[in-house]
């Protein structure tokens, strides 16, 4: 794996150089721990090796403000958050988590989102 990331890291001569091809696998799944989850995922447009590595990132990080429009806690769709957040956990694969964050904010929970909640607790 390591042979193939520097073969790739030396074919973009003509350009800057692609120092994150040269990353290992390894490497890069603990610079996405850094990241919230939804960017983590978000990132698998970038690159075809990245597709499956947030599945083993050694963190979960999720943010309400990662799921609204505008950035503010209160203008949340709150239907995406409870996919995203509930399917998560199936699909995350790492061995070990360094992390579990869950950030909603200080807000009243609406009776019927309370079990939701609850559930990700």
């Given at each position: ?15 800057a ?30 690159s075809?090796?990245?597709l ?8 979960i990080?999720?943010?309400i ?9 209160y ?39 309370a ?7």
């Open positions: 794996m390591e042979a193939a990331a520097a073969k790739r890291a030396r074919a973009s001569r003509g350009s150089p692609d120092r994150l091809s040269a990353l290992s696998n390894e490497l890069l799944c603990h610079v996405f721990s850094f990241l919230r989850s939804r960017q983590a995922v978000q990132t698998t447009i970038l075809k090796r990245w499956d590595l947030w599945h083993s990132v050694p963190a990080d999720l943010d403000t990662d799921f609204s429009e505008s950035g503010r806690r203008d949340v769709n709150w239907e995406k958050m409870k996919n995203f957040t509930t399917n998560l956990p199936m699909e995350h694969s790492a061995q070990l988590l360094d992390a579990i964050r869950l950030r909603l904010g200080i807000f009243d929970i609406c009776d019927h989102l079990p939701d909640v609850d559930v990700w607790v």
